[in-house]
């Protein structure tokens, strides 16, 4: 049988009728064959290469042939498994949802900063079941645990029951402790550009703004956060506009107190130190502030702490100008042009009516900073001068807010006030005086009025020669003592009963009559017109003696206390229109720096008892000074009923440089 040639388009057949099997005794040699599969005689298919191992057991190439292990067995089937008998060594990443039937060791060794993670999942991390124990129990007095209990379960029940054990640790740094700058104070800004040396920038303020938190020192110092944690750990630094400066590192050693900068750490000790009441060993604490130096302008300032948190950020204005101290120039006051007066023997007062203009001009109003208060000058009450009137800054004429250094190098500010005589009866050449502050320094100016200023305002004063105290007890009736007109040169003048109340103002007063001036009962040789304001009579040529005679009437008075302070030269009483007139040898006056008698009518004359004397309990004393002195004067069995006046007369004698300062009338002490 002869072969025919390849058919490409057929392949090739044998014979004339394509048959589907070849059949030789010798060798076949083809380039190529190509076949749909190679059978063994008995019909079996070839199998090049024979299975390694036993069955279910992996193949691998041992790099000559296949080869296999019984510890890499793999099961097929519904629930298939694969089965190591040793180590696993996973280089990559293991991805495996169940991990079951392990008989050996799973050792999970990532590479360097690789991780072995577990799903956060129930049958993750959850999942993994602690076992039986072979050593000690799952279950205590602290916690009850099993085998199937997860190790993040049993982890997180271990950590509650810890919690309890250890005591509580110290807050965290700033526990909410804020920091400010100490020792500031508040003023106004005047309008200019100012530095803003921080790091927010934005800190500047207009014109006219209150800011509370000025410095005028470039020195800086914040309050301290007190005892906060943890002590151990850390890096505490103080940023001062923004830049660092100051730092350390806080450590197990808790030597970390110093000054480092701008930054102090104090108390960085054990928590037991400063609360005895925690363990000591457990937990540590430390202190902090900031202190330092800044330039001029606004400066801000925070700590912070790398293991914890920052504080807040406080910031201030560091003002570094210096105007000085205001200046007074061109200072006056002056009377008013229209006075109104009260009079007083005839001598012109000023009564509280009257106002006197201060004037004067003043500088350095302002530096970086002016005072929060718009009234910038105010006064103070001096000699017959109640309180000048405050002035603001609008009632002087300057521009609000200040311009920055106001008359600082030039200029200044005229300014004017007035103030009001004082309340009561007086004199006094003293002064008031203003003050003017720039929020950097006070001055104060007084103003003295160059003359004694007279004041006198009603007639309620302590000695008042229209309004003489009589004590409510002193027979029957009511109204005060007041002087009257009896001018005479000796001790016990003749009078008609019907003498009249002295003027104060346009009365005579004669070169023997006292005067009351400024509240003072005096032997008066003073020239008011000149050293003395208001401008009054010349009594500088008055005599010697001098004397003050005053009236009050009562019933049913025959006896009554006379109290005084100061000096006298003589004492008298009269009773007018009595039986008096004529036992007195004296006028009808009875002295009283002599006894009363013991008894009957007092006169040395017809039907008197044999002496002039009136006084009862002692005499005055004269020409003695005295406080709050009191003597009784007596009229005997005579009453002030008797007469048709029911008036009583009293004289005091001054001798030069003799006076009373207080006067009045009161019951009888005898």
């Known amino acids: ?273 400063v609360n005895a009441s925690i363990p000591a060993n457990f937990w540590s604490v430390f202190s902090a502030n900031a202190s330092g130096s800044v330039s001029q302008g606004w400066n801000e300032v925070y700590i912070a702490d790398s293991a914890t948190s920052n504080t807040n950020t406080t910031s201030w204005y560091y003002d570094a100008s210096s105007p000085g101290t205001p200046t007074f120039t061109s200072t006056s006051i002056t009377a008013p042009v229209s006075p109104s007066y009260t009079y007083s023997s005839n001598v012109p007062h000023y009564n509280s009516s009257n106002q006197f203009t201060i004037s004067f001009s003043v500088n350095k109003l302002s530096g970086d900073m002016y005072p929060t208060n718009d009234t910038f000058v105010t006064g103070t009450a001096g000699g017959a001068f109640q309180t000048p009137a405050s002035v603001t800054y609008s009632g002087a004429g300057v521009t609000t807010p200040l311009a920055r250094n106001l008359y600082v190098a030039s200029g200044s500010q005229s300014v004017s006030t007035t103030a009001y005589i004082v309340t009561g009866f007086g004199s006094s050449s003293g002064s008031p005086s203003v003050t003017v502050n720039n929020s950097y320094n006070t001055a104060t100016q007084s103003f003295a009025p160059g003359s004694t200023i007279l004041y006198k305002t009603g007639t309620g004063n302590t000695l008042e020669e229209t309004a003489i105290l009589v004590g409510s007890t002193i027979g029957s009736g009511t109204g005060s003592g007041y002087r009257i007109v009896l001018t005479a040169s000796t001790d016990t003048p003749a009078y008609t009963g019907s003498e009249s109340a002295f003027a104060s103002q346009g009365g005579t007063i004669g070169a023997n009559d006292a005067t009351v001036i400024a509240n003072v009962l005096k032997n008066d040789v003073t020239d008011y017109s000149t050293g003395y304001l208001p401008i009054g009579p010349n009594y500088s040529s008055h005599a010697s003696s001098q004397y003050f005679t005053f009236k009050f009437v009562r019933t049913s008075t025959s006896k009554f206390d006379i109290q005084w302070t100061g000096t006298i030269a003589g004492l008298w009483v009269a009773l007018p229109g009595s039986t008096i007139d004529t036992s007195s040898t004296l006028n009808g006056w009875l002295d009283l720096s002599t006894a009363y008698n013991g008894s009957g009518t007092p006169g040395a004359g017809s039907g008197g008892n044999g002496s002039n004397g009136a006084a009862t309990g002692g005499t005055a004393p004269l020409n003695s000074s005295v406080t709050n002195q009191r003597v009784t004067a007596t009229f005997g069995p005579v009453s002030s009923s008797s007469t048709a006046t029911n008036e009583i007369y009293v004289r005091i004698k001054l001798a030069t440089g003799q006076s009373i300062t207080a006067l009045s009338l009161q019951t009888a002490s005898h």
């Open 1 to 273: 049988m002869a072969l025919r040639t390849f058919n490409s388009a057929g392949g090739f057949s044998v014979g004339d009728t394509p048959n589907t099997i070849i059949t030789t005794t010798g060798n076949v040699t083809a380039p190529n064959v190509l076949t749909d599969g190679l059978l063994h005689a008995n019909g079996v298919a070839w199998d090049f290469a024979t299975a390694a191992g036993g069955s279910g057991d992996i193949q691998f190439s041992n790099g000559t042939d296949l080869a296999a292990s019984g510890n890499l067995t793999f099961t097929d089937g519904s629930n298939p498994v694969l089965t190591i008998a040793g180590n696993a060594n996973i280089t990559t990443e293991l991805i495996v949802p169940t991990i079951a039937s392990a008989t050996g060791n799973i050792n999970l060794a990532p590479a360097s900063g690789g991780v072995v993670y577990i799903a956060n999942t129930v049958g993750g991390s959850t999942g993994i079941q602690l076992g039986d124990p072979t050593a000690g129990s799952l279950v205590s007095n602290a916690v009850a645990l099993s085998n199937s209990t997860s190790v993040t379960n049993s982890i997180a029940e271990l950590n509650a029951i810890l919690g309890k054990l250890v005591p509580p640790s110290p807050p965290s740094f700033p526990n909410s402790q804020n920091i400010s700058i100490q020792a500031v104070s508040s003023y106004r800004m005047t309008n200019f550009t100012q530095t803003d040396n921080s790091a927010t920038q934005g800190y500047s303020v207009s014109g006219g703004t209150t800011v509370a938190t000025v410095r005028r020192a470039s020195s800086y110092n914040t309050n301290t956060v007190t005892s906060t944690g943890p002590g151990n750990t850390g890096r505490i630094t103080v940023y001062l506009n923004g830049a660092d400066a100051g730092n350390t590192n806080l450590s197990d050693a808790l030597t970390a107190a110093g000054t480092h900068g701008n930054l102090i750490i104090s108390n960085n000790v054990d928590y037991h130190t």
